[in-house]
């Protein structure tokens, strides 16, 4: 079971840290990823973390602003979003590869939702003024 926390509503230019937390029946994870999806759009990946290596990958509307680590002890892997827009407001979901299928553990990109099994529920994040 994933469950991700920690959004919120924050003015432009504003900071936030999103968590995902795995807990319930062990299972093999290969990579975490981050997705998001704004009203009348299609969900997108924001960024991954491998989780043999702990590399990552972000979208590129993200990159610079958005950092994506783990604390492998808590089992929870974070996203620390900062110079936060307008167009950063959705919902943010976390998901998990269990398969070592997705771009992320191959050390390709985050790649798409059809990557990745596990999904938490998702968490609003508005940014507006």
């Known amino acids: 079971q994933l469950q991700a926390s920690g959004g919120g509503l924050v003015q432009p230019g504003g900071s936030l840290r999103l968590s995902c937390a795995a807990s319930g029946r062990k299972f093999d994870i290969y990579a975490i990823g981050w997705f998001r999806q704004a009203p009348g759009k299609e969900r997108e990946g924001v960024s991954c973390?491998?989780?043999?290596?702990?590399?990552?990958y972000y979208a590129d509307s993200v990159k610079g602003r958005f950092t994506v680590s783990r604390d492998i002890a808590k089992n929870t892997v974070y996203l620390q979003m900062k110079s936060l827009k307008p167009e950063d407001t959705a919902v943010y979901y976390c998901?998990?590869?269990?398969?070592?299928?997705?771009?992320?553990?191959?050390?390709?990109?985050?790649?798409?939702?059809?990557?990745?099994?596990?999904w938490g529920q998702g968490t609003q994040v508005t940014v507006s003024s």
């Open positions: 973390i491998n989780s043999n290596d702990g590399s990552t």
């Open positions: 998901a998990s590869d269990s398969r070592g299928l997705s771009p992320c553990f191959i050390r390709r990109g985050v790649g798409s939702d059809a990557d990745y099994d596990y």
